[in-house]
Nanobody
Framework: QVQLVESGGGLVQAGGSLRLSCAAS????????MGWYRQAPGKQRDLVAA???????NYADSVKGRFVISRDNAKNTVYLQMNYLKPEDTAVYYC??????????WGQGTQVTVSS
C-alpha cells in the first residue's frame, strides 16, 4: 500500500491562500490518479480535486476558479494551491492516491481552518 504524507494545512483568514502538498512512497505499482478530499465536522468526505498521471484534472464546483491541483510525477507528489479561501472551506483535507490496480490509499489528513 502507498504511504501518503501531507503538509501545508493551517489557519488562514478569509481571502487568503494555502498550499497543500502530499508525497507518496512505497508503491509497487504506478500511481495513476492523485487527489484531495475534504471532510467538515458532521459531513461526508467529498472530492475537492483530482489529477491523473497524464495531467487531466477534475474539480468540485465549489472550488473551481479558486483552487489549482498539480503534480510532479517524478517525485510522486501532488499539490493543491488554494486561493480566495472561504470559511466554508474549513475541513480536514485528505490526500488520496489510486494505483494501477485501482487500490486506494489515504493520507492522515491535514486541518485547514479559514476564519471570517
Amino acid at each position: 500500500q502507498v504511504q501518503l504524507v501531507e503538509s501545508g494545512g493551517g489557519l488562514v483568514q478569509a481571502g487568503g491562500s494555502l498550499r497543500l502538498s502530499c508525497a507518496a512512497s512505497g508503491s509497487r505499482f504506478t500511481i495513476d490518479t492523485m487527489g484531495w478530499y475534504r471532510q467538515a465536522p458532521g459531513k461526508q468526505r467529498d472530492l475537492v480535486a483530482a489529477i491523473t498521471r497524464g495531467g487531466s484534472t477534475n474539480y468540485a464546483d465549489s472550488v473551481k476558479g479558486r483552487f489549482v491541483i498539480s503534480r510532479d510525477n517524478a517525485k510522486n507528489t501532488v499539490y493543491l494551491q488554494m486561493n480566495y479561501l472561504k470559511p466554508e472551506d474549513t475541513a480536514v483535507y485528505y490526500c488520496n492516491a489510486v494505483d494501477a490496480l485501482l487500490i486506494n490509499s489515504w493520507g492522515q489528513g491535514t486541518q485547514v481552518t479559514v476564519s471570517s
